[in-house]
């Protein structure tokens, strides 16, 4: 499997704004809870909403994340100095990721004009289902946490 480092990155970046806690830098287990070496959408959704990911980037707390909400959060993801601008690297960053216009628009299955929790965490756990199996398994876990370690240094 080729792993696209562009996208891992990308991924990483995210994660560290989204999350409270490093809960993706823990055993995988810990959200494998039938313990059957994948996370399923459901097991993903139960560790990713125990750390508030999708009520970080809900500002005004509407159930709903608008497009402008989207932005400012993938953007604040990759304001690694957190100076409230991108600098050129970050802007590079940025530019190569997979995190877009296009990226909102897919998500947001109902064509609603927000992301509700359930298409947030579904456009979330694709990112990681590598190989579009409906798991996300070991080794997409483990490339992931080798390609990004350092991501998640909160």
Do not use: C, R
Not at 50 to 55: L, T, W
Not at 67 to 92: K, P, R
Request: proline residues 1%.
């Amino acid at each position: 499997m080729t792993i696209d480092l562009k996208k891992f990155a990308s991924v990483g970046a995210i994660l560290a704004a989204l999350t409270a806690t490093p809960a993706l830098a823990q055993d995988m287990g810990e959200w494998d809870a039938n313990q059957d070496a994948v996370v399923d959408q459901e097991e993903f959704n139960t560790g990713f909403g125990e750390n508030e990911a999708f009520g970080g980037w809900d500002e005004d707390a509407s159930g709903g994340i608008s497009e402008e909400e989207y932005n400012t959060g993938v953007t604040s993801s990759f304001d690694e100095d957190e100076s409230g601008d991108l600098n050129e690297d970050e802007q590079a960053a940025y530019d190569e990721s997979q995190w877009g216009d296009e990226e909102y628009s897919e998500w947001d299955a109902d064509a609603s004009g927000d992301l509700n929790e359930g298409e947030f965490n579904e456009g979330a756990f694709g990112t990681y289902d590598e190989d579009e199996s409906g798991d996300w398994n070991e080794e997409e876990y483990a490339t992931y946490q080798e390609e990004d370690e350092g991501w998640f240094d909160w």
